[in-house]
């Protein structure tokens, strides 16, 4: 079953496949409570093939989000799906690099 097929089984209302995609919302939520907790990110934005589940699938991150994480933390955080396209890796590098361009001197810094 290819990504399109269980997208239309998701929205037709398939008990197993809402389950499945609903888990996998619960699982990204986890993982993001971590990143808030350990590094305080303010903003999360989800690109890929699975926003395709769009705000069903978001809220239920939120929630994870909201009920794993330092309350303080979860309501400063923004989780949103990302509307960047295929350059969404390289624009998120490169904002990463624009915040602290001390990273391109990290691995020298390392081995001197």
Not at 43 to 60: A, H, N, Q, S
Request: net charge negative; with cysteine; glycine share 8%.
């Amino acid at each position: 079953m290819d990504l399109g097929a269980i997208h239309q089984a998701y929205l037709a209302g398939d008990p197993s496949v809402q389950q499945i995609v609903n888990q996998s919302a619960q699982y990204l939520g986890v993982a993001i409570s971590a990143l808030v907790g350990s590094v305080n990110i303010r903003r999360i934005v989800l690109l890929g093939d699975m926003t395709c589940f769009g705000e069903p699938w978001l809220d239920i991150i939120r929630e994870t989000v909201a009920h794993t994480s330092l309350p303080r933390l979860a309501n400063e955080t923004r989780v949103e799906i990302g509307q960047l396209g295929r350059d969404s890796i390289l624009l998120g590098a490169s904002a990463v690099l624009a915040n602290n361009f001390s990273l391109l001197f990290m691995r020298q810094a390392l081995h001197a």
